[in-house]
């Protein structure tokens, strides 16, 4: 168990609907991730949120949005799904210090949600 | 960003060691070598991550190519649950995020 939870863990939907994927991330982490994972692309990063505010951004669909709330869980919000954004979504968290200290972090991270689009 | 190179897929036995080799020769001086494994049906986990010098954990040890430009996981005994996909990662400073950037990784099987 690696501290973070993710909910739900699993969510069939339509194409077209919007969703709501939720992250806790471990006790005092301020860092969260949110990855992609699909069967063509393997693992992608697509935000990061430290203490509330974003820090960097990956290959994300403007369709995607993610907020980090004062208690430091996190949302991400998939809008006019498509087939193709069937995929595994993973959260993962670390305590994230700046510059190289952060090098040495690890990122925890949780089961992820199994989004099905149909 | 620099890349690694590993190859698609491993095969060991039971209860003997994995070797898992990683190839970064664009690889810049300030960049660490990070290992994650994914179990089937769960999320990447941490292995073992270093600089320059050789690390050892109470999961594997990361054996690091003098010139950095290579590097090698060792499972000293594998076990059925080391069956996963191991990615090998290179996190830059320069990153500002300080994300993870996954490659294919290597597909390790376990045979009893």
């Known amino acids: 168990d690696s501290g973070v939870t993710q909910t739900p863990k699993h969510l069939i939907t339509a194409t077209g609907q919007r969703v709501t994927l939720r992250c806790s991330p471990r006790?005092?982490?301020?860092?969260v991730y949110w990855y992609q994972q699909s069967l063509d692309q393997g693992l992608q990063f697509l935000i990061q949120y430290y203490n509330g505010e974003e820090r960097a951004k990956g290959n994300i669909l403007e369709r995607f949005s993610a907020q980090q709330f004062p208690d430091l869980h996190s949302e991400l919000n998939l809008s006019s799904l498509e087939l193709g954004d069937s995929a595994l979504y993973f959260c993962?968290?670390?305590?994230?210090?700046?510059?190289?200290?952060?090098?040495?972090?690890?990122?925890?991270f949780g089961p992820g949600t199994r989004l099905t689009v149909l | 960003d620099a890349k690694t190179t590993q190859p698609n897929s491993m095969e060991s036995n039971e209860e003997e060691p994995v070797h898992l080799p990683c190839n970064h020769s664009?690889?810049?001086?300030?960049?660490?070598i990070h290992w994650y494994r994914q179990l089937p049906s769960q999320g990447p986990e941490y292995v073992i991550h270093g600089l320059t010098s050789n690390v050892n954990n109470r999961m594997a040890s990361l054996a690091i190519a003098e010139d950095r430009k290579s590097s090698t996981l060792i499972l000293h005994r594998a076990t059925l649950r080391d069956a996963a996909v191991y990615y090998c990662i290179l996190k830059a400073v320069r990153n500002a995020g300080n994300m993870l950037t996954f490659g294919g990784g290597t597909r390790l099987m376990v045979k009893p």
């Open positions: 006790s005092g982490d301020l860092s």
């Open positions: 664009t690889i810049s001086g300030t960049d660490y």
């Open positions: 993962a968290s670390s305590v994230d210090l700046t510059g190289v200290e952060a090098l040495n972090n690890e990122q925890f």
